[in-house]
Structures are given as C-alpha cells and as structure tokens.
C-alpha cells in the first residue's frame, strides 16, 4: 500500500500562485506516473497534469499548459504542482495520483490517491 499525501492548497486571489506538494510513502518504480487532478463541486474528476520520474515526460490538459507546472523528485519521492495565473474555475479539490495507466489521464487506472487538497481561486 502507498500513502499520498498532498499540501499546499488554500485560499488565493485571481492571478495568484500556489504549489501544492505530493509526498508519497515509499519508493515507486520509476516508471509510474505522477499526477494530479482535480474535482470541482458538482463536476467530473479531470486529469491536470503528470510528470514520469523514469525520464521525466510531463503530460498536461489543455487548460494546464502554460500556467501550471508540474515537477517530480524521485528521491524525496514527491511531486509538486506549481500553478500560476489563478482563475475562479481552477477552485477545486486537488488530487495527486500515483500508478500505470495506458494514458496519462485516465483516472480509473491510478492505483492509489491521496485526499485532495482545496483549492480556492477568489475574483
């Protein structure tokens, strides 16, 4: 079993910033992916972004490129999302996600998810 634990989250301003922190219980093979997503109240779960600590290929949605960035330390065995120019509709639980899917943001194939942390973008 992995444990995920995420930090970082809180309340920010548009075109604020914020990282969130991913740190995971033990050391994964290096061909697992991780990742975070997110879910807003009353909407689907959706893919943001994830890095491979094999070689470091990052995959990002469309509403993720540009303003967010996401980082991974397979020796501190952690993930960071740095996020950039906040909007309102980024408010949402932030999930970091860990295992081998067939594509990067298939949800349902990440073997383990830590509780999320809020999120909260102020116009």
């Known amino acids: 079993q992995v444990q995920l634990v995420e930090s970082g989250g809180g309340l920010v301003r548009t075109g604020g910033s914020l990282r969130l922190s991913c740190t995971t219980s033990?050391?994964?093979?290096?061909?697992?992916?991780m990742a975070w997503f997110r879910q807003a109240p009353g909407k689907k779960r959706e893919f943001v972004a994830a890095?491979?600590?094999?070689?470091?290929?990052?995959h990002y949605s469309d509403f993720a490129k540009g303003r967010f960035a996401i980082s991974g330390d397979s020796a501190k065995k952690s993930v960071d999302l740095q996020m950039m120019n906040l909007k309102p509709e980024d408010t949402a639980v932030y999930y970091c996600?860990?295992?081998?899917?067939?594509?990067?943001?298939?949800?349902?194939?990440?073997?383990?998810w830590g509780q999320g942390t809020q999120v909260t973008v102020s116009s």
């Open positions: 996600a860990t295992g081998l899917p067939s594509a990067a943001d298939y949800d349902l194939e990440y073997a383990f």
């Open positions: 033990r050391r994964l093979s290096d061909s697992f992916l």
């Open positions: 890095v491979r600590w094999h070689d470091g290929i990052t």
